[in-house]
């Protein structure tokens, strides 16, 4: 079965730096979109990057500049280098693979906490 799982999370200073990590298995991951969400308390789950199979990209205005999205898929493997943290980056971040023929196959990790505080 597939499965996604997200590493890398932790809690850093604001201005810090943290690279998730996203581990599929159970899929080739050349034929997903890949995503990143995440959702603080009380909030609703946004998009904060996406790359899709033909590796071009987009991201939530607030993290432009700060965050990049990348993927290896001879690892089956997406990243989130994340720099420059702010408080309000502090969420359970998750990942997404969206099958790129059919929109409605899609499958989410479990999520990895992103504490950003001093």
């Known amino acids: 079965q597939v499965q996604l799982v997200e590493s890398g999370g932790g809690l850093v200073q604001p201005g810090g730096s943290l690279r998730l990590s996203c581990a599929a298995s159970?899929?080739?991951?050349?034929?997903?979109?890949m995503g990143w969400y995440r959702q603080a308390p009380g909030k609703q789950r946004d998009l904060v990057a996406r790359?899709?199979?033909?590796?071009?990209?987009n991201y939530a205005e607030s993290v432009k500049g700060r965050f990049t999205i990348s993927r290896d898929n001879g690892k089956n493997t997406v990243f989130l280098q994340m720099n420059s943290l702010k408080p309000e980056d502090t969420a359970v971040y998750y990942c997404?693979?969206?099958?790129?023929?059919?929109?409605?196959?899609?499958?989410w990790g479990q999520g990895t906490q992103v504490t950003v505080s001093s």
């Open positions: 159970g899929l080739i991951l050349r034929f997903y979109h």
């Open positions: 790359i899709r199979s033909n590796n071009s990209t």
């Open positions: 997404n693979a969206e099958y790129e023929f059919l929109a409605s196959l899609n499958y």
